[in-house]
């Protein structure tokens, strides 16, 4: 038994890499079961984003994962209190450069930020192959 039975995080996970991966090891350290809400490529355009994986690739490899139990799809801002309480989840975590964005997420879950990966980004690994 582990501290937490279920968290959950979210991300876009394109051109999956090392920083993807030790966050969700972190947290699947933490918690009986992981479940991970992938950001849809709409989502990514309200977010900003491009992506070079599609969505479907990328749910994918979030699912392949031994750590990951679940995988959901992320399309809004919105959907996090519901995907809390639907799925039962008593623990949201998320990478620190995110810190203190989610606190509204406390009336419902325990709510963490893990210090993210340093030296690893998919805007580096963009950046790397454009040369
Ligand atoms: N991350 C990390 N270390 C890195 C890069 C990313 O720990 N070197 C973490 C981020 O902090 C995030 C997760 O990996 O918690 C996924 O990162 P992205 O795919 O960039 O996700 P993002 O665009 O931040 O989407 O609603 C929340 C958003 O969907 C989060």
Redesign the pocket.
């Known amino acids: 038994m582990k501290k937490y039975k279920r968290a959950i995080?979210?991300?876009?996970?394109?051109l999956f890499?090392i920083?993807?991966l030790?966050?969700l090891k972190r947290i699947a350290d933490l918690a009986d079961e992981l479940y991970v809400?992938v950001?849809s490529d709409e989502?990514n355009a309200i977010?900003g984003?491009t992506c070079v994986i599609p969505f479907e690739e990328r749910a994918e490899i979030i699912d392949a994962l031994g750590c990951v139990t679940r995988v959901i799809r992320?399309d809004n801002?919105e959907q996090?209190v519901s995907d809390v309480l639907d799925n039962h989840c008593d623990l949201f975590v998320?990478?620190?450069?995110?810190k203190g964005k989610f606190d509204f997420l406390k009336d419902y879950c325990d709510v963490i930020y893990?210090p993210?990966?340093?030296g690893?980004?998919?805007t580096d690994i963009k950046q790397y192959l454009k040369k």
């Open positions: 995080t979210y991300g876009t996970f394109d890499h920083g993807h030790r966050l809400a950001s989502f977010k984003k992320e801002w996090k998320m990478g620190d450069d995110w893990l993210r990966t340093p690893v980004s998919t």
